[in-house]
Nanobody
Framework: QVQLVESGGGLVQAGGSLRLSCAASGSISRFNAGWYRQAPGKQRELVAALLRGGTTNYADSVKGRFTISRDNAKSMVYLQMNSLKPEDTAVYYC?????????WGQGTQVTVSS
């Protein structure tokens, strides 16, 4: 079992930046990691993924603005969000998965005002 705890959400004006952090309770070096978001009335969607081998994948809506990274030594996953837009407003969830499990954090709210 791995527990994930997100932090770094908040209220920011459009054009601003936030950095989300995800702390894992154990080693995630063998895991794929990702950030998802869910806006009110919408389905949860993938924002960014960072596979164990280093490959990244981004939703088209955030390409060029968001960057996912990880520090396996610290069991941390990050999401740097720049040039934020009101449509980025959502609850952001950290995910870590591997062959033997799929784990989620409790989410952190990001609100972007226009």
């Amino acid at each position: 079992q791995v527990q994930l705890v997100e932090s770094g959400g908040g209220l920011v004006q459009a054009g601003g930046s936030l950095r989300l952090s995800c702390a894992a309770s154990g080693s995630i070096s063998r895991f794929n990691a990702g950030w998802y978001r869910q806006a009110p009335g919408k389905q949860r969607e993938l924002v960014a993924a960072l596979l164990r081998g280093g490959t990244t994948n981004y939703a088209d809506s955030v390409k060029g603005r968001f960057t996912i990274s990880r520090d396996n030594a610290k069991s941390m996953v990050y999401l740097q969000m720049n040039s934020l837009k009101p449509e980025d407003t959502a609850v952001y969830y950290c995910n870590a998965n591997w062959l033997y499990g799929d784990y989620w954090g409790q989410g952190t709210q990001v609100t972007v005002s226009s």
